[in-house]
């Protein structure tokens, strides 16, 4: 349980550029400092040319109670060309930013206690070391991800040939197996640069001194279990694991998205889908139509937050957000717009999505699974439509399907081919209008109902974290009774 010494901790918080990583790690410092009292400096490598995260960074309601301290962007062009994976470029750029984050680091170092990387940022594990800070690698996902990740180095010892082309799933002890074509997105070519990357952070996970998660028991139990107690996958961990999530934002109402809210308060209860694919997936324009085509004849209302086409499952806009929208009419149906006009509404580019999901007429989210989406759709109890494009997210759809019964998918992968009209139009009533669709909002009730106690000053995720404060503080005390 927490102590009055650790309203004195310091803890430096690092996160690796992107939207979808900014964000968890902005959360995480603000849990910090308004539940735990501690204080927080979170240090943001930042890229060349993305006015978005500085305005995030700078404007946002979550850096207000935080000590931002910005990395200066470096150049690796260089290194990089058009074929180069999002993985490769993130772990280029924080190796490349590591001398300005060390530089950062000693500004202060002075005053902290322990550092938290996130999960592309573990080359900095060793800069803790020579400050001699406790550290912790923190992984804005579910314990099986990360039970997958820490073990693949295993797994490439073992296993010759390209995961994706066997046939039995890959074995995890302790751990539901993974099957081949649900793998991380680093291990679909282990030829490619970005796999090597991911097996660098799989050991940079063990090089700490303990890995925080954003999820909690109830939705991980038997990963959490494994990584904690199966001799042989808690062996290659080498350390605790702290569950101490859900994490999401806390987004009020203001100025500017009253449009939507006012006409989400039209709607009847649980009548709406909502549809977006996070602020790095984009669809193929051969599937913007079909998925165009689904929505309307479901005659099901909904919510379509828009991008502009580009390849299936594309991640190459990972670094920016909500910018430079085109003509809708470019890449939507001939007449969908005028045809849809009373049943449902297109959002061009970008919509604050915590907003719609917790409004009580929205019954259903059509989702790339990325777990930040995820977990805000758990914590407002609302079901899914299953649609993974990239990373971790036909993991984190099989999870959601097949463990938790709260998400419904495509009988193909949308990554493997295009999804038609017909099954999208099936997929949208059945979770509108049928039974099914009633059992998952059902379950996800509960769901949200455990993380609420999991985050209570009684719960597990507050303990979890009290635990890794605990750390610190004795860690802390140890150096300064040795000095």
Not at 394 to 403: H, I
Request: charged share 20%; aromatic share 6%; proline share 5%.
């Amino acid at each position: 349980m927490e102590n009055d010494n650790q309203s004195n901790l310091h803890i430096g918080i690092l996160s690796s550029p992107g939207i979808g990583h900014i964000i968890p790690v902005l959360v995480l410092g603000n849990r910090l400092v308004a539940v735990h009292n501690v204080k927080v400096t979170v240090f943001v490598v930042t890229t060349a040319g993305s006015p978005t995260e500085a305005h995030l960074i700078k404007s946002s309601d979550m850096a207000n109670n935080l000590n931002i301290v910005e990395i200066p962007p470096v150049d690796i062009s260089a290194l990089i060309d058009d074929n180069t994976k999002m993985v490769t470029q993130l772990c280029l750029l924080v190796r490349a930013a590591l001398p300005g984050v060390r530089s950062a680091l000693r500004a202060v170092s002075h005053g902290l206690d322990a550092l938290v990387v996130d999960l592309f940022c573990t080359e900095a594990l060793p800069v803790a070391d020579e400050l001699k800070l406790t550290k912790f690698v923190y992984v804005p996902s579910n314990a099986w991800f990360v039970a997958l990740t820490v073990y693949c180095p295993v797994l490439d010892k073992e296993i010759a040939g390209q995961y994706v082309d066997r046939e039995k799933p890959l074995e995890i002890p302790g751990c539901k197996p993974v099957r081949p074509e649900d793998v991380v997105d680093p291990m679909l070519d282990r030829g490619d640069q970005q796999y090597r990357e991911y097996l660098a952070q799989g050991r940079g996970y063990t090089m700490s001194n303990g890995i925080l998660m954003n999820t909690w028991e109830d939705v991980d139990p038997g990963s959490l279990k494994a990584l904690r107690e199966n001799e042989t996958l808690s062996k290659v961990v080498g350390g605790p694991v702290f569950a101490i999530g859900p994490l999401t934002r806390n987004i009020e109402e203001r100025d500017g998205y009253g449009m939507i809210t006012q006409w989400l308060d039209k709607q009847p209860r649980e009548s709406v889908l909502y549809v977006s694919f996070g602020s790095g997936g984009t669809l193929s324009g051969e599937q913007i139509t079909e998925l165009a085509w689904g929505l309307e004849l479901s005659e099901q209302r909904f919510i379509w937050v828009v991008r502009p086409p580009s390849e299936c499952g594309s991640d190459k806009s990972f670094f920016t957000t909500g910018q430079g929208a085109d003509d809708m009419s470019d890449y939507l149906p001939e007449g969908f717009l005028t045809r849809t006009h009373n049943q449902g509404l297109v959002v061009p580019m970008w919509a604050e999505q915590t907003l719609i999901l917790r409004h009580q007429s929205t019954g259903g989210f059509l989702s790339h699974c990325g777990w930040n989406s995820t977990l805000e759709s758990l914590t407002n109890g609302v079901p899914m439509i299953a649609w993974p494009l990239y990373a971790e997210q036909r993991q984190n759809a099989t999870m959601l399907t097949e463990e938790l019964g709260v998400a419904i998918r495509p009988t193909k992968l949308p990554t493997k081919g295009v999804v038609a009209r017909e099954e999208v139009m099936k997929l949208v009533k059945t979770m509108l209008q049928y039974k099914e669709g009633k059992e998952m909002r059902e379950r996800v009730q509960k769901l949200r109902i455990s993380a609420e106690k999991a985050l209570s000053t009684e719960g597990s995720s507050y303990n979890s974290m009290c635990e890794a404060l605990d750390m610190i503080q004795q860690r802390r005390d140890l150096k300064l009774h040795i000095k």
